[in-house]
């Protein structure tokens, strides 16, 4: 199984603007894409914003101009900034990893355990 560490998330006021890390933390082969999810209550799971390993990036609509997406290869680290947060952006947010544990194997989807973002006053 492949580990997920992330951090950063927390309570910020409308407006503000806060961080957050994923590492892969286990040894891999390969990584391909790179990226975040959120989950409201009630709401299903959504992509925020992907990297991926040709360094193109996507984003959800409701965060485009707002948040950033960066990565650091050498590090296998995943980072969201996200800037000028509104309400509807509290959710869990969940890291997502696209990798290959072991060469000549299939690569597969891997899922941090969610760190909550709340954007309150």
């Known amino acids: 199984q492949v580990q997920l560490v992330e951090s950063g998330g927390g309570l910020v006021q409308p407006g503000e603007s806060l961080t957050l890390s994923c590492t892969v933390s286990t040894e891999v082969a390969e990584i391909f894409n790179m990226g975040w999810y959120r989950q409201a209550p009630g709401s299903q799971r959504e992509m925020v914003a992907i990297?991926?390993?040709?360094?193109?990036?996507r984003y959800a609509d409701s965060v485009a101009g707002r948040f950033t997406i960066s990565r650091d290869n050498a590090e296998n680290t995943v980072t969201l900034q996200m800037q000028n947060l509104k309400s509807e952006d509290t959710a869990v947010y969940f890291c997502?990893?696209?990798?290959?544990?072991?060469?000549?194997?299939?690569?597969?989807?891997?899922w941090g355990q969610g760190t909550q973002v709340t954007v309150s006053s």
């Open positions: 990297s991926a390993s040709s360094g193109n990036t």
């Open positions: 997502y990893v696209n990798a290959r544990k072991w060469i000549l194997t299939a690569a597969r989807d891997y």
